[in-house]
């Protein structure tokens, strides 16, 4: 959706006057006390769930601490940089109430109070700045802190904890000149954990931290705590604009002007000794969402060290052996927070000589099998209604489950990662074209096509290839598109490949990697790309996934059908549950290799009388195609779409025939020549400046109405053949394409109307006829339109294309990118539906349409019928149905629940 050009933050420097006036009078600082989980966009995800956590389990399981809002991040970038007026005063108002609470002072000489700082926006996000620890320690306070514990050894471990953090974190000294020198001295010393390192070690350690901190910054290490404190919060609002935040946001579509929000909080330390730790923990198994907790958990560690893997873990399980009454009192606060957010935690904790801290908790990030499970666990338990549990799972990652993946247990070397455009995994040797893919299908082989990009050209390797894997393009490239309609796994955009289509290699900076006939596994769900043989895992849609795709039904009101062009994708569609098909390309069935050359001898026909003979051959074998899938189909509906693409798709390639011409010549084979000459000038008749613009849709059937009328009569006699063999009546609906007159579909319903009472059939009684809405003038005028309709399908890719002046293959291909880059888009509306733009048009059109016609059936049958987003639109815009390519058959189901559940 377009950006909101007069909140963005780098834009608008009206702003700035206005945000700076208000600041000294904002509330900029909320103490956790103040805080809940309702106020996640002003404190953000981190500082909001803490603050309700606080709420929920008290004080004493808590470390006190305050928040400083996204909107003083806001102002602070608005501002350059400078942060707002009356931000210091509330910080240190709020750090004087935090001393006061805690009774002691932050970085004091005898007994220092220490903080976190902790950056948290409003959805958790990479690429943000990472937390300081134990801030408020310098030369003084170490020696306070050690004497106050007894403990000299943990003092001086926090200290070199925190001028490590603190020069990595705020003031960007590369980390690996930091853990060098922990090599440095542990090699040093003999030892081989840091957890051996004695306290004259560690003293020298930091020092040796603080030289290079020197060294980098040009400055000694801060001292004053109050001053650590002010450069630490301002790094974490700098590091809202940093290279890696902003590329995530932009992959992830989260606006700029969200900002983040700071926390800062008392610190309990893990790394005190035996009886201390810190760990990580789910309510429910992270994987599977079996209802175990499961978990992380580490002695003598601070909180970073647990993901940093400076040590090996141990299982939550352990913590039951080494400390039984902490493990129980963890498991009974796990239990209280799901029930409290119903919803599936995954949260951290630090135990600190004994004693339990919560630390953090939010709703579980979690893989769709994991989904699911909670799902269905949470109605059993009594915890969530099905409405609810459907709303905790992301519809999207539900297509996970249709598709192999990698086993989750595999070991494997990542070889490169790309975006991770279409689920599933897949493995096989790489071929460099669509022809050498279809040729080791033959052979039954399994392939991976690997292309810097693809094109139309191509699309039969997609077919016949395990798996796609490119160099270029993003998640609305053409071969994720392509990739995700089909089904197959697809990983794009692995931008560190080259692909060498001329020496059939594939290179990482300048080294060969892959050679054609090598083994390459990709894992469209994550992007990974392996040349190591991974043991792949079949999916299988479980007793629970069937479940929730049965309370989907129950709860949702849109119809989902399928986009099949066969009786096999009709067949697989309808074991997802699609209920009837919203568009059948009745063109795709003639592009199998057998039958291009009639169709050719069709369109290359100069008279009537030709073109109705090659017709009268390959009406027979329409017939049949249509019988197919009347049959996998039987019982639902199906809409029929008459021919769509223009003409010339099916021509002979120009240069090609100029080729065989030259050689016909030469040879002196003077039939061939006349032949060909003739081929040569009907491709020049047919060519045109803009096909997309041109010849196509039901302009074709105004020109030559025998391709319809061939089209009708091959649908009506395998209506009657299949109602006479199985005795049941087929519902069909006929479907005239890019319709933008009136007169248009008056013409063609009356050609449809013909040939249907020519063959015995009747308009309302054996089929209706209705139009793809997909020309902006259609919507315009669909009152008129509807006169003649019984039906809408609205065609919403060609409509996003003929509305917004894109053509798809090229924006995709060269300008979308940019567009994002620049934020003038943040997603493709290719991908989800323009819904100020294109969506608008698709309402008037429905709205228009049902003014003419009460009974109106609409439907959508473009690729944004499979997406959760544009589903809940189509569902509030009042629509029938939305048809989608099987394999979203599922996700739609659950998208449409989860559409009904939120507007209801
Ligand atoms: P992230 O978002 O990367 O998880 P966090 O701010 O949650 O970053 O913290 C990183 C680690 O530091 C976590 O393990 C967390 O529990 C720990 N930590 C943060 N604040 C404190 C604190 N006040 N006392 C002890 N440990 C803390
Ligand atoms: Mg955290
Ligand atoms: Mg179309």
Redesign the pocket.
Known sequence: MPRRAATSPCGAVGNIARVATTASTTKLVYDFAEGSREMRDLLGG?GANVAEMTRLLGADLV?AGFTITTEACVAYMRADRIPPAGLDDQVSAALAALETRAGKRLGDADDPLL??V?S?ARE?MPGMM??V?NLGLNDASVEGLGRITGNPRFAWDSYRRFVQMFANVVRGLPGERLEDEIAAVKADRGVALDTELDTEALVELTARFRALFAEHTGEPFPQEPREQLTQAINAVFDSWMGDRAVHYRRINRIPDDWGTAV?V??????NKGETSG?G?AFTRAEITGAPEPSGDFLGTA???D??SGVRNTQDIDDLARIMPEVHAHLLEILRTLEGHSRDMQDV?F?IEDGRLFM??TRAAKRPAQAAVRFAVDAVGEGLLTPGEALATIDAEKLDALLHPTFDPTADYTVLTKGVNASPGAAKGAVVFTAADAVAADADGRDVVLVRPFTEADDVAGFHAARGILTSEGGKASHAALVARGMGRPCVCGASDLEIDLRDREVRIDGEVVLREGDLVVIDGTSGAVTTEDVQLVEPQMGEDFEQVLRWADELRTLGIRTNADTPEDAAKARAFGAEGIGLCRTEHMFMAADRVPKMRTMILADTLEERVASLAELQPLQQADFEGIVEAMAGLTITLRLRDPPLHEFLPDREQVHAQLDEARTRGDDTAVVALERTLDRVHALAETNPMLGTRGCRLGLLYPEIYEMQVRAICRAASAVRERSGAPPHLEIMIPLVAYEGELEVMEQLVEHVGEEEGLARGRDFTVGTMIELPRACLQADRIAMHADFFSCGTSDLTQTAIGFSRDDIEGKILAKYIDRKVLDRSPFETLDVPGVGQLVRMGAWLGRKTRGDLKIGVCGAHGGDPDSIAFFHTSGFDYVSCSPYRVPVARVAAAQAAVSSS
């Open positions: 981190k470390p903080v976190s902790r948290g958790s990472d937390t620890l926390n909080q008392q610190m309990v330390f893990g810190s990580v601070q909180g970073e647990v993901v951290e630090t630390l953090q």
